[in-house]
């Protein structure tokens, strides 16, 4: 169990591949735009000061995003990396009702008067409260730089930040981001095209095999036979039944994006432990050689269904019902993708390798106001924070790798020169963000240096506006 103490008071110091970090919580409120609520809750963050200049140095901030805040310190190692360079201090804080940062641990989420507090404008007045606090009670923060990180939905968060509160972050490097992927901004079927075209890099084979293979999944959940054989052949911790012919699809297309998203050139324990390049490793087990025969290409497809559940060996039986990553909050994350993050989703199968899907808005939020009793506002993101209208804003380098099917709905032009897009064309999701690794391709290792040279910049032009500021102030007492 975690120590627990409030606000600056140092918890528990911990390890993570070799970052140590200390745990601490602040006490924010539930509601930070009305009066009508005076609720409050302990926001965790993680702190690591090893090279931090305790006079002015910049502070290095991730935006937490839709799961437990260690396992994104833990793929983040790229703050880590420059620290020393910058002589910053580490902040990591966790995002409301995700990990242990819950406003109410017993209804979170099972009252929507409750979980309507869950959303990103909330959780960025959290993170503006902490970084006001710890700048006016942190010996030697008071005149910190903040610099936001952040990656996919935190990436998001990190830019939006930079657009709604400039004063109290004054640079933001927004990875894998996708902000444009919003109703009317972004179309439905960018998203699965990006992942089959990942798929197809080495063979085109791959793909095909798994467009085919729908049918033939189709086909066994015809027969109580064929749904006993696949539940046996696939080791699935519960047999299949009719009914769940919908789901199990989603299950599968959920893990091909899975792989697109973490085809890093290096092994990693990113949403599951897999080997180098696993994407590439999935499709070698895959040959379109299977004529008719519906069992033989699914006993190949069951390769790559083990090698993403089950690389370690370690595991009796397959979860159909789980991507199998505890870290990650998929219950808070449902409830945002129903009320202000949805996200258009659609298939042809044709363009793509999945299912065909279209997408229905209103069916899927009559759905979610079955599920959570909540409105859906697909138009509320773009509305709050801009959508591509950023121009007003700036210091954002949006980093986009061209595996990561998030770039679908990414930022990949500049806007303009404080506006920065950075195309990682070998880099999977976030990579710019995941520790240096001898086996990073030199187009992460370029876009490491831009956003190196911009965090510089940034910090620059604030201490350089800083001392002015003092100086006139000085000047006027004198």
């Known amino acids: 169990m975690w120590c627990r103490v409030l606000l600056l008071t140092a918890l528990c110091a911990s390890q993570a591949l070799g970052y140590g ?9 539930v509601d930070h735009f009305s009066f009508a609520n005076n609720d409050v809750f302990e926001m965790k963050y993680l702190v690591n000061d090893t090279w931090w200049n305790g006079n002015g140095g910049p502070i290095f901030f991730y ?21 020393p360079e910058f002589s910053a201090l580490i902040v990591f804080a966790e995002h409301r009702y995700y990990g242990q940062s819950l ?31 710890m700048r006016a009670t ?5 005149d910190s730089p903040v610099i936001a990180f952040g990656g996919s939905y935190g990436g998001m968060l990190a830019a939006w930040f930079r657009v709604k509160y400039p004063h109290v972050v004054q640079g933001a490097i927004a990875s894998s981001a996708p902000i444009l992927q919003f109703t009317d901004i972004t179309p439905c079927q960018a998203f699965s095209k990006v992942v089959t075209q990942t798929f197809a890099k080495d063979s085109e084979e791959c793909p095909r095999v798994i467009r085919k293979s729908w049918d033939a999944i189709d086909r066994l959940f015809e027969t109580q036979e064929g749904l006993d054989w696949l ?7 519960k047999p299949l039944n009719g009914s769940e012919l919908a789901d199990f699809r989603m299950w599968l297309s959920d893990m091909y994006s ?7 050139p290096y092994p990693a324990n990113f949403l599951s432990p897999l080997p180098a390049f696993p994407v590439k490793v999935a499709c070698s087990y895959l040959h379109d050689d299977h004529g008719d025969d519906d069992k033989s290409l699914l006993t ?12 370690t ?9 789980s991507q199998g990553t505890d870290s990650l909050g998929d219950d808070g994350w449902y409830f945002q993708a129903c009320t202000e993050m949805i996200m258009p989703m659609c298939n042809d199968g044709i363009n793509d390798m999945f299912y065909p899907s279209p997408w229905n808005l209103t069916e899927y939020t009559a759905d979610c106001k079955r599920r959570y009793g909540a409105p859906s506002r697909p138009l509320m993101a773009p509305l709050i924070y801009g959508g591509i209208n950023l121009t007003a804003s700036s210091n954002i380098v949006f980093a986009n790798g061209l595996l990561d099917p998030w770039s679908s709905g990414g930022v990949m032009r500049s806007l303009s020169d404080t506006l920065v897009s950075v195309i990682i064309p070998n880099g999977a999701h976030h990579l710019d963000l995941r520790a240096s690794d001898p086996a990073d391709p030199p187009d992460v290792i370029e876009a490491r240096r831009v956003e190196r040279d911009f965090i510089g910049v940034w910090i620059a032009q604030y201490t350089k506006t800083a001392d002015n500021n003092q100086f006139n102030a000085a000047k006027r007492h004198w």
Do not use: H
């Open 21 to 29: 970090y200390k745990t601490y919580w602040y006490t924010t409120q």
């Open 258 to 264: 899975n792989y697109a998203m973490i085809d890093y």
């Open 231 to 237: 539940s046996s052949a696939w080791r699935l911790c």
């Open 313 to 321: 060996g370690g595991v009796d039986c397959i979860d159909s019902s």
């Open 103 to 133: 406003p109410y641990p017993n209804s979170s989420l099972s009252d929507p008067s409750k979980a309507g507090y869950l959303t990103s404008e909330q959780a960025l007045a959290d993170y503006a409260d902490l970084l006001t606090y």
């Open 63 to 83: 935006a937490g995003n839709e799961g437990d805040i260690e396992l994104f310190l833990e793929n983040t190692g790229f703050m880590f990396d420059i620290a």
């Open 138 to 142: 942190l010996p030697g923060a008071g």
């Open 300 to 311: 190949n497809l069951y390769d790559i269904i083990n090698l993403y559940f089950n690389s």
